[in-house]
């Protein structure tokens, strides 16, 4: 059994600073590519950001220079600094993972999802 536990969400004023995390746990053989999505009322689930076993990363136009994504493959985490944050930031962020557990059977996980919201 695998599991994505995010943690780290809020309220801030717009301008501020929030940093998510999201620790894997259970049977794990590997990770591939964590990743942060975000989901705002009545819009589909987009991509925030990710990054890749090897550290490289990809960030959606609308958060580059502003949040900053990076894990720990020691204890399975992935971090999102997100600094100066918009209003429009405001969502429920997920995170995602590519997992292969001790079976090397390989599947997408979620996490639950923390809330950020950012007032104007």
């Known amino acids: 059994q695998v599991q994505l536990v995010e943690s780290g969400g809020g309220l801030v004023q717009a301008g501020g600073s929030l940093s998510l995390s999201c620790a894997a746990s259970?049977?794990?053989?590997?990770?591939?590519?964590m990743g942060w999505y975000r989901q705002a009322p009545g819009k589909q689930r987009d991509l925030v950001a990710s990054?890749?076993?090897?550290?490289?990363?990809n960030y959606a136009d609308s958060v580059k220079g502003r949040f900053t994504i990076s894990r720990d493959n020691a204890k399975n985490t992935v971090y999102l600094q997100m600094n100066s944050l918009k209003p429009e930031d405001t969502a429920v962020y997920y995170c995602?993972?590519?997992?292969?557990?001790?079976?090397?059977?390989?599947?997408?996980?979620w996490g639950k999802g923390t809330l950020v919201t950012v007032s104007s």
């Open positions: 995602k993972a590519y997992i292969r557990n001790r079976s090397y059977v390989g599947m997408e996980y």
């Open positions: 259970g049977s794990i053989s590997n990770i591939n590519t």
């Open positions: 990054t890749a076993s090897d550290g490289t990363t």
